[in-house]
């Protein structure tokens, strides 16, 4: 975490994104209400779009989820971690002995 001019820890969009790709490793397919619900970001469809940027892998599907007077169903879109960012390089391959 970061501190601001306070002293005060302030939440990056790294650690928000973290606890988003920690929730959706055991959580798959799962909607924005629900990670938001969970993860506390702030905005999470700006965490969502920001993830691919920070090297994360997201899988993108769609659910049906009943309205709030459970007669109608809607689409919503659903995200799953495919990836975390690499944290070390892989070695080169034709590096001289």
């Not at 007077?69 to 590096?95: A, E, I, M, N, W």
């Amino acid at each position: 975490m970061v501190s601001d001019t306070t002293g005060q820890p302030r939440d990056t969009r790294s650690g928000q994104a973290s606890r988003v790709a920690d929730y959706l490793e055991q959580h798959p397919q799962s909607t924005q209400k629900e990670i938001d619900a969970v993860c506390d970001t702030g905005c999470i469809s700006k965490v969502l779009s920001d993830m691919p940027s920070l090297r994360y892998g997201l899988m993108y599907g769609w659910r049906f989820v009943p309205c709030a007077g459970g007669d109608l169903k809607r689409k919503v879109r659903t995200y799953s971690l495919l990836c975390r960012p690499h944290t070390q390089p892989q070695p080169d391959l034709f590096s001289p002995l």
